[in-house]
């Protein structure tokens, strides 16, 4: 066998692990609640095999964590940064991370609270592309203040966490087998932020 193909195959195994053990830390509620072993059994594994493909328990949790965000919040986030009207640009924000990775991915009800109360220095990249998507929206809030748009007595970096809040408390309460439900979802977030930022819908 071809060390490339032995490569295909390692990479392989590990996406199965961390499928397993992101749907698993949703089940029991966060890493806090998920032992190894509970990993081991879920996937079939004996601990050793674990630690051949990952380490350690931190490092599995890292890369569940990495997968996600290479899948969903990156490209996301680099399409938002490319969009230079910022009403547009918080639009898209609003209506995409409602609709493509909230009401999609019900994983984020744990990964987004262990991604901030993770205390190690091996979660601060983590940590960092979740506050990128915060400063964006903060940044944007104010760009639109800055150009008459908005109502200019809110506070951006407070009104980003409001919304951050509201959006992310989706994974609490969305019926993830009502998928026929997330565009009017995306368009009452929508609504809602533009309204409370006293500016009509446009759309």
Known sequence: MTSTKRKKISQKKKLKIIQTTTHLLLKKGGSGSTSTTDICSAAGLTRPTLYHYFGSKRNLLLSVHLESMEKDLIPYLDKAASIDDPLDRLSYM?????????CKRPELRVLIHDA???KDKYFREVKRKWKKHYYLIRD????????????TGVK??????????????????????????VDQIADLALELVLHGLSLNNPY
């Open 94 to 102: 609003i209506r995409v991370f409602t609709k493509e990775i909230i």
């Open 116 to 118: 901030l109360t993770m």
């Open 140 to 151: 944007t809030i104010a760009q639109l203040q800055s150009e008459g748009k908005i109502n």
């Open 156 to 181: 951006p970096s407070w009104t980003a966490l409001f919304i951050l809040g509201m959006l992310t408390w989706v994974t609490y309460w969305f019926d993830y087998d009502r998928k026929n439900d």
